[in-house]
């Protein structure tokens, strides 16, 4: 869970995820000229190429990692809540799956494969009905942290996802995760938040 910025999500403007391939398009040239049959029948393999394409940008799991938003995590237990001060300007909680809890109150490192880790991420406002409380504002991430020794070990164990409205950022943003971590917590498992009690 990175605590670089997490909003910036790349998104390709429409003519460029519509477009034909390159390769596709010379193709299209070649059979034009063999009426309408052929042009209908390139066509039809055009749309299942770019409905293939679509299907992979619009996947739940994220880049680099194949890390998917877990299902029922909002219902985890509480490990810590932050705030995280500007540019980014957020309220945090991080949540764990029973495997993370039971590690946290064991005080158990390196975490056991299995741990899942959540994030959940806001802006924080000032509340309109009490001035000196923040309140969680707009979302801004979700962030995942899955523990797999086997599966991750070029990435100490921990494979990484980071979602915006539910779907994953790009691979850009999946490719500072790691060395975030490495840098800052390696002697924690590289894993920063620490149980509040």
């Known amino acids: 869970m990175n605590r670089n910025n997490t909003?910036?999500?790349?998104?390709?403007?429409?003519?460029?995820?519509?477009a034909c391939p390159a390769s596709c398009q010379g193709t299209l040239a070649k059979l034009t000229g063999l009426g309408l049959l052929a042009l209908a029948a390139a066509a039809g393999v055009f749309a299942t190429t770019s409905s293939a394409a679509e299907e992979a940008k619009t996947s739940d799991a994220s880049p680099l990692y194949g890390v998917t938003l877990p299902k029922g995590y909002r219902q985890w237990q509480l490990i810590a809540p932050a705030i995280e001060a500007e540019p980014l300007n957020e309220l945090r909680v991080v949540l764990g799956n029973a495997k993370a809890i039971q590690?946290?109150?064991q005080g158990t490192l390196p975490f056991p494969d299995g741990t899942i880790l959540t994030k959940l991420a806001w802006k924080h406002v000032q509340s309109p009905e009490f001035a000196p409380a923040s309140i969680p504002g707009a979302?801004?991430?979700v962030q995942v942290m899955v523990k797999d020794s086997k599966k991750y070990t070029a990435t100490g164990g921990w494979g990484f996802g980071r979602f915006v409205d539910g779907k994953p950022v790009d691979l850009a943003q999946?490719?500072?995760c790691f060395a975030c971590h490495q840098t800052l917590v390696k002697n924690h498992d590289y894993v920063f938040t620490r149980l509040a009690r």
Not at 7 to 18: E, F, G, L, N, W
């Open 103 to 105: 590690a946290y109150d």
């Open 7 to 18: 909003q910036q999500v790349s998104v390709s403007d429409a003519a460029t995820r519509h």
């Open 174 to 176: 999946h490719q500072t």
């Open 139 to 141: 979302a801004t991430t």
